[in-house]
Structures are given as C-alpha cells and as structure tokens.
C-alpha cells in the first residue's frame, strides 16, 4: 500500500459539515509522526490548491479562505490525520487530497483523492 486513503466526502448543502480522514500507508506507519500532513483541494478546470497542513508538533496552517471554518488534526496512535470543514460553501467544491510530507528528506505520498460537493 503505497498510497494515503481519502475518506469521508460526499454532497451536503451550503451551511453543512463534513469530515475527512486521511490513512496512512503501512510504507509509513512507523515513522508517520514524523511527516508534516496536509490537505489540498482540486476544483473542475483549476488547479490544486493547498487547503491546510499539521506539522509533527501540530502546528497548523490554513489557507485564507478556510480560517475559521476547517480544522485539521492528528492522530499519531491511530496514523490518520483529519479535516473537520464547517460552514461549507458551494466553492468548496472539489476533489479534496491527503499528502504527507518527510520532514527528514522531503519524500512526499498522495492519496487518491474524495468528492466534495456542496450545493447552494
């Protein structure tokens, strides 16, 4: 299993809330506190945009347009990391992916990517 696991999306309507969980491969499993984790999201016809990231101190960042209503978490026993999103918006609608990134050498996994769609 050489890829992260995306789960948790699906079409809710504007106001809604979702969460997603990212798994991580076994190829990784005994070092995943030790990569930063982070999601991005890919809407039809643009490209793939960073949406937030948890450090291995659990420092997290958000881009600017998600402040306030997601949140991204970990947990290191069960190696998953999470996104809460609140308050959707139709312009939250996008392929959400999970990667993890090597904090020692930069190595990065991808998962395979979940469907959120919100509706106005």
């Known amino acids: 299993q050489l890829r992260l696991v995306e789960s948790g999306g699906g079409s809710v309507q504007a106001g809604g809330s979702l969460r997603l969980t990212c798994a991580a491969p076994?190829?990784?499993?005994?070092?995943?506190?030790?990569?930063?984790m982070n999601w991005y999201r890919q809407a039809p016809g643009k490209e793939r945009e960073w949406v937030a990231s948890?450090?291995?101190?659990?420092?997290?960042t958000y881009t600017d347009s998600v402040k306030g209503r997601f949140t991204i978490s970990r947990d290191n026993s069960n190696k998953k990391v999470y996104l809460q999103m609140n308050s959707l918006k139709p312009e939250d609608t996008a392929v959400y992916y999970c990667?993890?990134?090597?904090?020692?050498?930069?190595?990065?996994?991808w998962g395979q990517g979940t469907q959120v769609t919100v509706s106005s």
């Open positions: 076994r190829t990784i499993t005994s070092v995943f506190n030790m990569y930063t």
């Open positions: 990667n993890a990134r090597s904090d020692s050498s930069g190595d990065a996994v």
């Open positions: 948890i450090s291995s101190s659990r420092s997290t």
